[in-house]
């Protein structure tokens, strides 16, 4: 079935310091997401993106975080500078317009040191 | 806010004998119903998802009713294999157009031959 890739799979900053995780989605698909998972912990809503827009975002998008997709290419979430509590497994997704079914990816594990 | 509670993991069965997972969901708006799976190192995927009230999704001999009466959407499966051991979420998204899914805390199964 449809594919989303993630880049890279794992992820080890020190505090700090700036990391963007990169999403390649499903080729047709418009409407982009993030979602955090800690270990142990459920998954959570980060953002979703469609039209170059950011829809909608949850507490936990602070300040420090962005997301883009330039010119088509992959959709990607930047933490600048990054914290302790960053520290995650963030899962991209991403679906068709008008369809509530999500593709995700194998996720980025992010340790922030 | 929109909340799912489900289940709390582990759960360990035997292979051939009956799952069920209970979900309850809370959220003002009408929602779309989904059970995902997820196997290690890969991001969750759809199992099924049920959009209308008092109907079922099914897939690989997962079952469940959209509840809307009693807000649940447990899931069930009459006979386990080994190879369905893995977390599942149930979810959902509000019928708001913001396409902002909110997950369960996942439950983890493990099937034992």
């Known amino acids: 079935g449809p594919k989303v890739l993630q880049i890279p799979s794992h992820q080890i900053i020190d505090m700090g310091q700036m990391v963007t995780l990169n999403c390649d989605p499903v080729?047709?698909?418009?409407?982009f997401y993030w979602y955090k998972q800690i270990l142990g912990q459920q998954m959570e809503f980060l953002v979703n993106?469609?039209?170059?827009?950011?829809?909608?975002k949850s507490k936990l998008f602070k300040d420090q975080f962005s997301v883009e997709r330039p010119d088509g290419s992959y959709f990607t979430l930047k933490i600048q500078p990054t914290a302790l509590e960053d520290s995650a497994v963030y899962f991209c997704?991403?679906?068709?317009?008008?369809?509530?079914?999500?593709?995700f990816g194998p996720g980025t594990r992010l340790t922030v040191l | 806010g929109d909340s799912v509670t489900q289940t709390e993991g582990p759960v360990t069965l035997s292979e051939g004998t009956s799952l069920t997972v209970n979900c309850s969901y809370e959220?003002?708006?009408?929602?779309?119903l989904f059970w995902y799976v997820q196997y290690p190192g890969e991001g969750p995927q759809l199992l099924f998802k049920?959009?209308?009230?008092?109907e079922k999704g099914s897939n690989r001999g997962f079952e469940a009713t959209y509840n809307k009466e009693a807000t649940s959407f447990h899931l069930q499966k009459a006979s386990v294999q080994e190879s369905d051991s893995a977390v599942y979420y149930c979810?959902?998204?509000?019928?708001?157009?913001?396409?902002?899914?909110?997950f369960g805390a996942g439950t983890r199964l493990k099937v034992i031959a």
């Open positions: 997704a991403s679906s068709l317009l008008g369809s509530y079914e999500q593709y």
């Open positions: 080729s047709n698909h418009l409407y």
């Open positions: 993106f469609y039209n170059g827009k950011v829809m909608e």
């Open positions: 959220t003002k708006q009408y929602p779309t």
């Open positions: 049920v959009p209308k009230a008092n």
């Open positions: 979810a959902l998204v509000p019928h708001t157009g913001n396409y902002k899914y909110v």
